[in-house]
């Protein structure tokens, strides 16, 4: 199966391209409207089967997850709009044996957490992308620290390698579609 993973940034990538270097692995950018670009541009130009997004992410403190922990994103939303205008994304393929967690895309770190477990910045935006594209996609994200702590403290490189390992497993074959009981 043609798989492509979109990381935001090359930091995020390069554990998962030294376990996997076979298996194509693009850079997003940071933020919605980078995330969007190069999905859209990654569909087009590659026509993958499968789409994952991968990365780090923070934890709110409610959630109770730890850095270092890995979780497959049930749902996405966007952080700040109005309720009218509040969409959800949802994945169309679920990682097998991973937590699952309802994450806010925000395009400033420390959102109110409004029920939202962790939070990225490009996670709604990869999703209505390979949506309105057609493709299935994923979303797995590594805590690499808990919101509003100061960026010299988050963990970055155990977040990428934790991230990294799980990837490899699922690029065997380990994703299934999500069925509309789920």
């Known amino acids: 199966m043609h798989t492509v993973v979109l990381f935001p940034t090359a930091d995020e990538a390069a554990a998962f391209r030294r376990r996997c270097p076979r298996v194509p692995c693009r850079i997003a ?7 969007a670009a190069a999905t859209a541009q990654t569909i087009v130009a590659e026509r993958p089967e499968r789409l994952l997004l991968a990365g780090i992410a ?14 497959a994103v049930s749902e996405e939303r966007v952080a700040g709009l109005p309720a009218k205008y509040a969409d959800v994304y949802r994945p169309t393929l679920l990682p097998e044996g991973l937590p699952t967690a309802v994450s806010n895309s925000v395009v400033q770190c420390g959102a109110e957490a409004a029920g939202a477990q962790i939070e990225n910045m490009e996670g709604a935006a990869f999703f209505a992308v390979a949506a309105a594209l057609g493709v299935p996609a994923a979303e797995v994200r590594a805590v690499s620290n808990h919101v509003g702590e100061p960026f010299a403290a988050w963990r970055v490189a155990e977040a990428c390698e934790a991230v990294a390992r799980e990837l490899e497993r699922m690029i065997v074959g380990e994703i299934r579609p999500v069925t509309r009981q789920e």
């Open 29 to 35: 950018g940071v933020g919605p409207a980078a995330a």
């Open 58 to 71: 923070g934890a709110y403190a409610a959630s109770g997850l730890a850095v270092g922990e890995v979780v």
